[in-house]
């Protein structure tokens, strides 16, 4: 199975601040990265795919990132709105994995 | 509009058993794979299981092999995952979501339900 790893686990920022997130796989997943918000109590929901590509919806500020075994989620503008739990997930091959989350926190 | 509504969940004792079912609209269910995953009180999402689009495919995390029977009723936009031999590591918001794959862009999971909870309690 492939194993993903985030880092940080948490980080704690102020509005305005560019934010970025890592997530490495334990092999190499070319494209095959995506990534999720979840805020408290609600439903994850995807932002990127591919990588890169920009889930309709979603705000410009995010973007992403790497191939291979190195991926990274930026967000250049936090808005109050961005705090939250941010995933990654692998969808090279089954098992489908995630890695632990970010929970990223109000300075 | 895409919708996906699980239920079936509640309290049950170790051991017991639970049948979650997931019900699908606003999509061609027949043509998706869908996925269960889970996240414990206060963790991470942890994926449970898929299946693909026509049943005859499925794979399963370690953490529930053995215990765990994903399946779908594509006539009734309908998929199940049947929970046995529960144990308390179980307690979960247990979420379907639909896997969306396009031309030259990886699988993505698009559309997710609201979760139904399983809490494993003597």
């Known amino acids: 199975d492939i194993q993903m790893t985030q880092s940080p686990s948490s980080l704690s920022a102020s509005v305005g601040d560019r934010v970025t997130i890592t997530c490495r796989a334990s092999?190499?997943?070319?494209?095959?990265l995506n990534w999720y918000q979840q805020k408290p109590g609600k439903v994850p929901k995807l932002l990127i795919y591919a990588a890169s590509s920009l889930q309709s919806g979603v705000p410009s500020r995010f973007s992403g990132s790497g191939s291979g075994t190195d991926f990274t989620l930026t967000i250049s503008s936090l808005q109050p709105e961005d705090f939250a739990t941010y995933y990654c997930q692998q969808s090279y091959s089954t098992p489908r994995t995630f890695g632990q989350g970010t929970k990223v926190e109000i300075k | 509009e895409v919708q996906l509504v699980e239920s079936g969940g509640g309290l049950v004792q170790p051991g017991g058993s639970l049948r979650l079912s997931c019900a699908a609209s606003g999509f061609t269910f027949s043509r998706y794979w869908i996925h269960w995953v889970r996240q414990a009180p206060g963790k991470g999402l942890e994926w449970v299981s898929h299946i693909n689009s026509d049943g005859s495919g499925t794979t399963y995390a370690d953490s529930v092999k053995g215990r765990v029977t994903i399946s779908r009723d594509n006539a009734k936009n309908t998929l199940y995952l049947q929970l046995n031999s529960l144990r308390v590591e179980d307690t979960a918001v247990y979420y379907c979501?639909?896997?969306?794959?396009?031309?030259?862009?990886?699988?993505?999971?698009?559309?997710w339900g609201q979760g139904t909870l399983v809490t494993v309690s003597s």
């Open positions: 092999q190499s997943i070319s494209s095959n």
């Open positions: 979501a639909r896997e969306l794959s396009s031309a030259g862009n990886g699988p993505r999971m698009d559309s």
